[in-house]
């Protein structure tokens, strides 16, 4: 398999993954309206890469441990609640979890 399969596959399988999501606009979950629409479920939060950085800014996203909480698959990163010191994940996913 070359890369360019390899990352069509990625991408693929993140898109069959964020259809099976709820999808929140930003303020619905106590995000900053400039962060960019994310996708929650019970395990994590998945933005597309391109809104990445407002996340990252504007939600004090840069602040997750980029190593045990936050993966880049194909064109979208993944923040994963592992119930960690920091609570910024855990607290969005509460957020939505509160509105369905």
Partial sequence: MNIETLLDTVNNMMQTKVSNMRKFKP???GLDY????VWVDSE???????????????AGFEYVDNISN???L???VV????N???????DVIEAANNLV
Wanted: net charge negative; proline share 0%.
């Fill in 84 to 90: 960690e010191d920091d609570e910024r994940i855990s």
């Fill in 44 to 58: 994590c939060i998945i933005i597309s890469k391109n809104n990445d950085r407002s996340l990252q800014y504007y």
């Fill in 34 to 37: 400039r962060c960019g629409s």
């Fill in 27 to 29: 303020d619905e979950i």
């Fill in 74 to 76: 194909g064109e979208y």
């Fill in 79 to 82: 923040y994963i609640d592992t």
């Fill in 70 to 72: 936050r993966v880049e």
